[in-house]
């Protein structure tokens, strides 16, 4: 059976017989301490997804212990710092022996089985161990990106009600220092849960500490033993909660658990990016994201894979950092985002051709839509027409990939995600639930279970149930607009939701209005996206100032701090307008759609906007704008 005929066998069997597919797959894949009686159970009127009931294992097991047998030596983390020239591997029995004894140190400050363990890191190898660990001893991660501001922090602390914060000093990103000790202190100003704060030296610099509550890393983990036993944990239990933001401004914590999560990371991993034991395998993504959850961390180390583990940033200290590191550590995969490839793309093709990257097989892209013209320079200049590009579609609740053109099976279209993974079925419906025809765009939907999808919103499972099956009734809802044409292949065109996809970075237009309403002169704001080159899309912002304000030219500036202080300087509009009034239907709904064209320029057809309750704001509203570009100009 050549690999067209394996996928489509594959396929079917997984369509109509999904227990007996992902039986045959878990034994390839899952190493239990107890098998598991039932292969699947779902329901998706309640949201009651349920994988391997029966069976007990551990996923920190599965990624080290497994292989100390025959890989102990094998380097699991290349470790490139942000600085060239300084790099660091780590053997699987290091990596092991690490994670062990952060375990040990964890059970010591009393973490037990389902607590809540906040990681608020860089991109350094104890983040990859601090994951291991918590998961080792049943407790449950929360890992919070290192761009995110000390409020936003505070509440995913809050929501998950975490026990302890595990942190670092200081990170260093792109030349740049980020003050990950001085963020949790604010974070934990207004007390929440946490007891204790475990605190990694990752640089020189001294920070204060809390003797109460902050501990040095080093101090209560290296003296601890080297050897812990993995804890059997149920296949059902949590194994983390990673928050991601929605239509709503409360970021959603989903949850995701061991058997199925673990099972579909890993192959996933193995099947799409076709690994194999000898590969330098390279994903950029930050731990605190979910492609690093399971494409860093998960999915590679189940496989005994060699991963590297960058702390930088693609242009630091030259546009040349990426093909660098591909050329010293001879990366064969490389698993990259469109907002880097289009950055590095305007900086010049001399940058990728002045290093060797004949070590490269096959290059990928998560995150976002990846533009045809990216697509091209990807394949071309990067990958000098040899190496094939996988376009990976998926979300943090899918917990792994869903669609991609996969190798010797899919052709390879620019711009196009591909075909589903097994187990996976998507369509694509209009408003009314019906399938569109072929190549006409609607919902993306998926109409069966998968191992790796989300079990519930952590705290909240009504939300669940309504955010992602009530909308088309016994289907999980994307919130992904796409299309499909007639051979199945699917192309994801973006969000049909109040959900933004800044440089990878999902952000929710509510989460942003509710920060600049917080400002104590605004009274009302909308956000929405703009195309932009670089960033895929962009975020204005229009703000009505309270009456008795006028717009100081200062404003802007404090209200794109206030974005800053509340999400993250990642989550920041690009412009900011002050209108008086903003357009809404006569039933009170901000009319998005007409300022999304009115920040693009699109004047000349604004559509229908006789539903208004206020048509002369549309005239106003132009004036602001054109005001502004105006003295923004000058
Ligand atoms: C978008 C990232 C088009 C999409 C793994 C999705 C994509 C959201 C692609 C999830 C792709 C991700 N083509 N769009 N290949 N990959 N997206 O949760 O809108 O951070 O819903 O997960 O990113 O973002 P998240």
Not at 67 to 72: S, Y
Not at 236 to 247: A, K, N, V
Not at 285 to 313: K, M, R
Not at 334 to 362: E, K, N
Request: proline share 5%.
């Amino acid at each position: 059976m050549n690999k067209k005929e394996q996928y489509a066998a594959w396929y079917r069997q997984s369509i109509e017989n999904p227990s007996q597919f992902w039986e045959a797959r878990a034994h390839d894949y899952l190493s239990c301490f107890q098998p598991w009686q039932k292969v699947c159970y779902w329901d998706y009127t309640t949201a009651d997804i349920r994988w391997f009931e029966g069976a007990k294992l551990n996923v920190a097991y599965h990624c080290l212990d497994r292989h100390l047998q025959h890989d102990a030596q094998k380097i699991a983390l290349i470790f490139e710092r942000d600085e060239p020239g300084q790099s660091e591997h780590i053997t699987y029995q290091t990596l092991y022996e690490k994670t062990c004894q952060l375990a040990n140190a964890l059970l010591q400050l009393g973490v037990r089985k389902g607590d809540r363990v906040c990681i608020y890191l860089p991109m350094i190898p104890e983040a990859v161990i601090a994951m291991l660990a918590v998961a080792r001893i049943g407790a449950i991660h929360s890992v919070v990106f290192g761009g995110f501001s000390p409020q936003a922090l505070h509440d995913r602390i809050k929501d998950a009600d975490c026990k302890l914060v595990i942190t670092a000093n200081e990170g260093v990103r792109g030349g740049k220092v980020v003050p990950l000790k001085a963020n949790v202190d604010q974070a934990l100003e207004i007390p929440t849960s946490v007891t204790q704060v475990l605190v990694i030296q990752n640089t020189q610099t001294k920070v204060p500490m809390n003797v109460l509550r902050d501990l040095y890393y080093h101090e209560v983990v290296n003296h601890q033993p080297k050897h812990h036993e993995p804890v059997p944990l149920d296949a059902e239990d949590p194994l983390f909660i990673l928050y991601t933001s929605g239509s709503t401004g409360k970021p959603k914590g989903v949850l995701h658990t061991q058997a199925g999560y673990l099972l579909y990371a890993a192959f996933t991993f193995d099947y799409v990016f076709d690994y194999q034991p000898q590969d330098i395998y390279w994903c950029t993504a930050d731990v605190g994201w979910i492609t690093g959850h399971t494409y860093l961390v998960y999915g590679p180390l189940s496989q005994g894979a060699t991963v590297v583990l960058f702390e930088g940033t693609p242009q630091y200290p030259t546009p040349s950092r990426f093909w660098q590191v591909v050329e010293q550590h001879r990366v064969t995969t490389l698993y990259t985002a469109p907002t880097a490839i289009r950055a590095l793309m305007g900086a010049g093709d001399q940058y990728v051709t002045a290093h060797d990257r004949s070590s490269l097989r096959v290059l990928g892209s998560v995150g976002e839509p990846i533009n045809p013209e990216a697509w091209q320079w990807y394949y071309q200049v990067v990958g000098e027409k040899r190496c094939p590009i996988l376009d990976t579609w998926w979300q943090t609740e899918t917990g792994g990939i869903l669609l991609a053109p996969f190798l010797g099976v899919a052709e390879q279209r620019p711009g196009c995600a591909g075909l589903p993974f097994f187990g996976v079925v998507p369509a694509i419906v209009d408003v009314a639930g019906n399938i569109t025809p072929p190549d006409v765009a609607g919902d993306l939907i998926l109409r069966q279970a998968w191992p790796g999808q989300m079990r519930t919103v952590f705290g909240d499972h009504k939300r669940f149930v309504q955010t992602y099956f009530r909308k088309h009734s016994g289907c999980y809802l994307s919130g992904d607009e796409a299309k499909q044409d007639q051979q199945g292949y699917v192309t994801v065109r973006g969000r049909a939701d109040d959900v933004m996809n800044i440089s990878g970075h999902r952000i929710g237009t509510a989460e942003v209005e509710s920060a600049l309403v917080a400002y104590h002169c605004v009274i009302e704001a909308a956000v929405v996206s703009m195309p932009d080159a670089l960033s895929g899309e962009a975020m204005a912002a229009y703000v009505v100032l309270r009456a008795d304000y006028i717009w100081e030219s200062d404003l802007e500036k404090k209200l794109m701090q206030q974005v800053s202080a509340v999400i993250g300087k990642f989550a920041k509009p690009k412009k900011i307008y002050c209108v008086e009034v903003l357009p809404k239907t006569r039933s009170g709904k901000i009319m998005r759609r007409l300022l999304r064209k009115i920040a693009n320029h699109e004047l000349s057809d604004l559509g229908d906007v006789s539903t208004l309750a206020n048509p002369e704001s549309v005239t106003a509203l132009i004036d602001a704008l054109q005001k502004k570009n105006i003295s923004s100009e000058a």
